[in-house]
Nanobody, 128 residues
Framework: QVQLVESGGGSVQAGGSMRLSCVAS????????MGWYREVPGKERELVAV???????NLEDSVKGRFTIARDGAVNTVYLQMNKLKPEDTAIYYC??????????????????????WGQGTRVSVAS
């Protein structure tokens, strides 16, 4: 199992900045990709920014040029730097990870496959 714990979030004025952090923890896992989604009431959860372990980044069009995703693989942490925030960025932001887990039977490593994991969400409010 993998646990994701977010930090950051809160309220900010339009044009301001905010940084979200998310740490992945658990036992015997590797991160394939990690990033952020967001959700507002009445809408589907949408991808904001996801970074794969090969460095490929997928950014939602409306945040390009304003948001940056960075990952510290050594500590299984992903950051979302949000600049020039707009009221329409107001949402609950969820940390996401695609992670593979494994176990050992004796000395033999047994892969258990991969799945999606989610954090508990952190609220970001941008006032106009």
């Amino acid at each position: 199992q993998v646990q994701l714990v977010e930090s950051g979030g809160g309220s900010v004025q339009a044009g301001g900045s905010m940084r979200l952090s998310c740490v992945a923890s658990g036992s015997k896992f590797t991160i394939n990709s990690m990033g952020w989604y967001r959700e507002v009431p009445g809408k589907e959860r949408e991808l904001v920014a996801v970074r794969a372990k090969d460095g490929v980044v997928n950014l939602e069009d409306s945040v390009k040029g304003r948001f940056t995703i960075a990952r510290d693989g050594a500590v299984n942490t992903v950051y979302l730097q949000m600049n020039k925030l707009k009221p329409e960025d107001t949402a609950i932001y969820y940390c996401y990870a695609d992670a593979s887990t494994y176990t050992y039977k004796g000395w033999t490593r047994v892969d258990q496959g991969n799945r999606d994991y989610w954090g508990q969400g952190t609220r970001v409010s941008v006032a106009s």
